[in-house]
């Protein structure tokens, strides 16, 4: 079983629709994160969380929000989603102490 | 501003020689530098890292050069095999990690 998982996989949806993308690990870390990857730009941050009950935003979180409802699981949120949101996303998960990041599969995301 | 930059989007090499791929970096203050390869419809995985206080590191046929006074890293893939075609993305840790724009590596047999 996929240590990293992201649900939904693939996700078509319109402008000014609300959509959660969830994230689940089972590798323990206690730090989650939120990327987006556009052609070319490689991977950005969207959102970061070192544990629970501590969240705080990356590099491009304009237009995004997101939940640790648990220490494995973090929901990324996009409140009134626009096409420029098109995009793959990517949820990664780290041990404090360590550098190397897991990801997981990704989400294809289309907003129309 | 791109704190990391991969400025060749692609290469091709034939089977058996030697992929490099390039990595440059404007942050003195980055201290871990990790390569990430990345095939369609999956996520990136980890490839190899290197320490700020190393020049080299090597794993199989991957090695990681690091020249700090050029702010530079370089992978090399010896021998490339088809199965190494995929995109490859580096990234510097400096408490976040900041990655590059991505090279897409064609090893042709």
């Known amino acids: 079983d996929a240590d990293v998982t992201q649900t939904p996989r693939n996700r078509i949806t319109k402008t000014g629709k609300r959509i959660m993308l969830e994230c689940s690990q089972t590798k323990g870390h206690d730090r989650m994160y939120w990327y987006r990857q556009d052609p070319g730009l490689g991977l950005r941050l969207i959102y970061y969380?070192?544990?629970?009950?501590?969240?705080n935003k990356g590099e491009i979180s304009d237009g995004y929000s997101v939940s640790r409802q648990a220490q494995a699981k973090f929901s990324l949120s996009l409140e009134s989603a626009i096409p420029n949101q098109t995009a793959l996303y990517f949820c990664?998960?780290?041990?404090?102490?360590?550098?190397?990041?897991?990801f997981g599969p990704g989400t294809r995301l289309l907003v129309l | 501003d791109q704190q990391v930059k991969q400025n060749s989007p692609s290469l091709s090499v034939q089977e058996g020689r030697i992929s490099i791929l390039n990595c440059d970096y404007t942050n003195s203050m980055f201290d871990y530098f990790l390569w990430y390869k990345k095939y369609p419809a999956e996520g990136p995985t980890f490839l190899i890292s290197i320490s700020s206080i190393k020049d080299k590191n090597e794993d199989g046929r991957f090695t990681v050069f690091l020249n700090k006074s050029a702010k530079h890293l370089s992978l090399h893939i010896v021998p490339s095999q088809p199965g190494d075609s995929a995109v490859y993305f580096c990234a510097a840790s400096g408490g976040k990690l900041i990655f590059g724009q991505g090279t897409e590596l064609s090893v042709k047999p």
């Open positions: 969380s070192f544990d629970v009950k501590d969240i």
């Open positions: 990664a998960t780290k041990a404090s102490g360590l550098e190397t990041q897991y």
